[in-house]
């Protein structure tokens, strides 16, 4: 009898949306977390082993299930634990070509974040938040706060986030010197 290969894996990650943080797995494809998250023919996910807290109420537990499914779009961050789970890594970039990093810091009405994004060329904000079909990006060595809860930080070494939910971006290097 032949030998079945498993082209999915099992990922553990954080996810997080405007009202709650999901801590729990997920299948994804051999293209990772950015292919999963990514993929425009389905708009939906499931996490599996799911544990739900409130963002307002960040240690306490408010359920538990076997399976819970997202809707991506309301998905603002997925946080991974390892940087190899965002997928193979033309994928992640967008292709083969020599990158260069930039520190930025993301903000939306719910969350801040600060990470490095790893672009090819010149940074170009329209190109980042409109050029092609991926709505999550890979941001890399993340920081990311709750604006109203400063309690719930999270430190994360790779994290794709949502650029339809996103107000600001900005690059660190701009900051003015107080």
């Not at 292709?95 to 520190?103: A, H």
Request: charged residues 25%.
């Amino acid at each position: 009898m032949p030998e079945t290969i498993n082209t999915q894996r099992l990922i553990a990650a954080d996810f997080l949306t405007p009202s709650y943080r999901i801590v729990g797995k997920m299948m994804v494809p051999h293209s990772g977390v950015t292919g999963l998250m990514n993929d425009p023919t389905t708009s939906f996910m499931e996490v599996l082993d799911a544990k739900l807290a409130r963002i307002h109420m960040p240690t306490k537990l408010v359920g538990e299930y076997q399976v819970v499914d997202l809707v991506k779009t309301n998905v603002f961050a997925v946080c991974l634990a390892r940087r190899e789970d965002v997928g193979p890594q033309a994928l992640a970039r967008g292709g083969y070509q020599n990158l260069i990093k930039y520190k930025l810091r993301v903000t939306t009405q719910v969350y801040e974040l600060e990470g490095t994004l790893e672009w090819a060329g010149r940074f170009d904000f329209a190109t980042v938040m409109v050029e092609g079909i991926r709505d999550f990006v890979p941001l890399y060595d993340v920081t990311l706060t709750a604006i109203l809860i400063p309690q719930l930080r999270i430190e994360t070494p790779a994290l794709l986030f949502n650029r339809r939910q996103v107000d600001l971006l900005a690059q660190v290097h701009d900051r003015k010197k107080e």
